[in-house]
């Protein structure tokens, strides 16, 4: 079982479409395993059946924590775009999170500030190698873009901060670009 295509498909149902899997959604975001489960096995799109052993292993693989299990349940913890929106607690944030982007999209951002785009939240970093990293995605051949966010500034102006189940991933909804600055 290759676990990477395998996370690839558990975030694309969670995060993106799990209308395709005919699954629901809570409002946290979390679906029965079970109901996972036997969506991603009628897809065959794998040499044999995925078990819940399978999805243990994808949620506790090193790397980028992405999902977790939860109760029976599982969900992906950020990164979201389908249509109803999965709630997040507000929290104090660290004072400084960053956000790595491609440098083609600077303009665009101090101009208006970080929007959501195609996902539910923006998303930041709590650590510059996790925004380098983020960056990276975006541009192929340039290195990143790295964003300062002077987070306690804005929490003090009443923008709401989201922690995810990943503490290097943070959430909001925007963020005008008053508090931003090019970091490097
Ligand atoms: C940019 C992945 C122009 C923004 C990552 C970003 C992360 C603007 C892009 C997570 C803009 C959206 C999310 C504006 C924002 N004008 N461009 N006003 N405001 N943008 O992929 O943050 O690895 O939706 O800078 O690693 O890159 O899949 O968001 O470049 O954790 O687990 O619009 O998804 O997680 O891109 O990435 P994305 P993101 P995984």
């Known amino acids: 079982m290759d676990l990477t295509d395998l996370s690839r498909e558990v975030s694309y149902a969670l995060r993106h479409a799990p209308w395709e899997y005919e699954l629901e959604p809570d409002a946290e975001g979390f679906v029965p395993v079970g109901q996972l489960l036997a969506a991603l096995n009628e897809t065959g799109h794998y040499s044999r059946p995925v078990t819940t052993g399978d999805l243990e292993a994808v949620v506790n693989a090193p790397g980028k924590r992405r999902h977790e299990i939860r109760d029976g349940h599982i969900r992906a913890l950020y990164g979201h775009s389908f249509p109803m929106r999965v709630a997040f607690e507000p929290a104090c944030p660290p004072a400084v999170l960053y956000h790595g982007t491609a440098r083609r999209f600077l303009p ?45 500034a804005a929490h003090a102006d009443g923008v709401a901060f989201y922690p995810t189940g990943n503490e290097r991933v943070w959430l909001c909804n925007a963020l005008p670009a008053k508090y931003l600055s090019v970091f490097k």
């Open 108 to 152: 665009s951002i101090m101009e208006e500030g970080l929007r959501p785009m195609s996902r539910q939240y923006v998303h930041l970093s709590a650590d510059t190698d996790m925004a380098r990293q983020v960056g990276s995605r975006h541009d192929r051949r340039d290195p990143p873009a790295i964003l300062r966010v002077d987070a306690a």
